[in-house]
């Protein structure tokens, strides 16, 4: 598992032909942007890309840029374990022109404390292979509640420093701060040569922290270890140029699974530096990142007013919480609203005080139910479901599966319909295990019998009216339309 604060990295690619009129500086014109899990995401992402089964615990806001964190995670099959976060997603904005960078745009401000992690984390850090703590100086290291689980964990433990973070809790297996990192966190005086200045900052950083091991990296010179004994041992890196964002993480991570599988701390650290020079000899995290990560399209955006997208669904959950209510969340492709889905919507809306529907979008619906689906595409949907006087937001997703956008909503109570009545029931859906992470619920309301739109998309093209409706397709959209308008 890695554990740590995890921002929302964005590399904006273009070119750069000329001066602006009106100030000697470049333009960028811009040719293709990437966004991407930075910090303890992007260590995750690392992992997962490396073949491990990776849980992650981080801080996660009600706003846009956690939406998208959630999906780029769920893509590289990262589980999240969000804990909530009060302020805005941090954002690190590159612009790049020719491979390098012409500046860096932060934006998100200082974010509030996490808050609190749910027995499954606990239970989590407790049952890991091997924990990553993946600081970025940002609150999620320095939890209290966190820490004493860490200080308890059999786990092999590797903690990647922050100067603005806390120290490493006692026994890790090995801290790996960089260069400027250790002598900052030693506060070691100057004097003497590099490796001397870099051998003071490992002792006293392990003596500090009572760490097994303290391996400081040198860039693209490789690492210092201090373990046993008072002679460090010295692991050169192979000759490597290129993009260096990244390469922190990829020691990390590595370091992380090597000790998972059983190795000493020796061979962690020459893997470590063997992978992150190849990592930037490859080309760094822009030809690092999975192919799935990459693939992630933008997120949706429809004109349906401010009920519809992420950032009005993080706004209503925002506030629903911040007054001590119960957030409530169901999900569907909703391709021909009826009866059926008004009454279990109604019954949702009831059980808590707002409802986020989770709508499949036009690429998902087709994905799980052939080409010829949807009837009605998404901005249509969502537009008619955020007419209802029983939904407050509506966010769509292009996933097969909701998993993204729960993981990132944490409901309270995530409500299903159907009839599960033979052999089935709430724990045997697949959320279920999603809402177990921050300590939520699923329930089954039934549907009405008899409505169900396959059927009357089947009835409707064989020509037949069923229960009253229009036996046109167009038709039936028509008055399902008009149906919806005067539904508040």
Known sequence: MVLGDTLLDRDVEGLVNRLCPDSPVPVLDETVSVDRPGGAGLAAVFAAAQGADVALVTAVAD???????????????????????????????????RGRVLLRHDRGGTSGAPGQPSDAVLRLIADASAVLVSDYGRGVAAHPVLRAA????????????????????????LAT???????????????????????????????????RAVAVTLGGDGALLSHAGSTPLVVPAPPAEGDTCGAGDRFASTATLALARGA????????????????????????ALPAPVRAVAPAVVTGGGDRIGAAAAGEVVARVRAAGGTVVATGGCFDLLHAGHVATLQAARQLGDCLVVCLNSDASVAGLKGPERPVVPQGDRGRLLAALGCVDAVLIFDEATPEAALSWLRPDIWVKGGDYASGGGPETLPETEILARWGGHTVVVPYLDGRSTTDMIAAARAGRGSGGWPVDPAEAVAQVRSTAKGAR
């Open 63 to 97: 706003d846009a840029g956690g939406a998208r964190l959630g999906t780029l995670l769920a893509a590289a099959g990262v589980r999240l374990y969000a804990l909530p976060l009060a302020g805005a997603t941090p954002e690190k904005i590159r612009l790049r022109a």
């Open 150 to 173: 860490l200080t308890a964990t059999r786990a092999p433990v590797v903690w990647d420093p922050h100067p603005r973070g806390p120290g490493a809790v006692p026994g890790v297996h």
């Open 177 to 211: 701060p960089n260069e400027p990192e250790a002598r900052d966190l030693a506060k070691t005086p100057p004097g003497g040569s590099r490796l001397a200045v870099a051998s003071r900052s490992a002792h006293a950083l392990r003596r500090r922290w009572q760490a």
């Open 264 to 287: 000493l701390v020796s061979e962690a650290v020459q893997e470590a530096v063997a992978e992150a020079s190849a990592y930037v000899a490859g080309g760094g995290v822009a030809t």
